[in-house]
């Protein structure tokens, strides 16, 4: 029998032939704790994916996007509380941490007060927070209102640690 008449071997006949060779994307961490981060790191990966890259558009829709977009061209006028309350009375609780930092702008504290609900959730999530949002719940912490101070001094407890 010639080298030209046996059966030609596939690569992946070729692979399976060899004695204790794995593939490099079928290898996995080696030890327990290196297979403990390795899932609890894409865990938190996933959780920041479902709130950054899926979370527009899920709530709200349309009239969502539109009442978003109004509450941010009132920041700082005399209906803006009337808009921070129409938005979170359709949409909820915000995903983005620009939109929580607009809320925290608002002069209803059970307003501000969701809005700082909503950032302790995003920070559960693994959000990071920019600075000025930081200073913007620095601030609201020494407030002489206890329920908010005391939601503020929570979301400044979870960033700490």
């Not at 709200?60 to 803006?80: C, I, Q, S, V, Y």
């Not at 002069?107 to 600075?131: C, I, M, N, W």
């Not at 930081?134 to 101070?149: H, I, P, S």
């Amino acid at each position: 029998m010639s080298e030209d008449d046996r059966p030609k071997r596939s690569w992946s006949e070729i692979d399976r032939m060899r004695d204790g060779s794995a593939r490099r994307e079928e290898r996995g961490p080696r030890g327990a704790a290196a297979q403990a981060r390795a899932r609890g790191a894409t865990e938190q990966y996933l959780k920041k994916l479902d709130t950054t890259v899926f979370a527009k558009g899920k709530r709200g829709g349309a009239e969502g996007d539109a009442l978003g977009k109004a509450l941010l061209e009132a920041r700082g006028g005399a209906d803006f509380d009337d808009r921070c309350r129409a938005y979170l009375d359709a949409v909820g609780a915000p995903a983005d941490l620009g939109m929580i930092s607009a809320l925290l702008d608002a002069r209803d504290k059970a307003v501000r007060v969701r809005a700082l609900q909503a950032l302790a959730a995003q920070v559960d999530a693994g959000a990071s927070p920019e600075r000025g949002l930081r200073n913007q719940v620095r601030a609201l912490a020494d407030d002489f209102d206890d329920a908010l101070a005391e939601a503020a001094e929570d979301v400044l407890a979870k960033l700490s640690s």
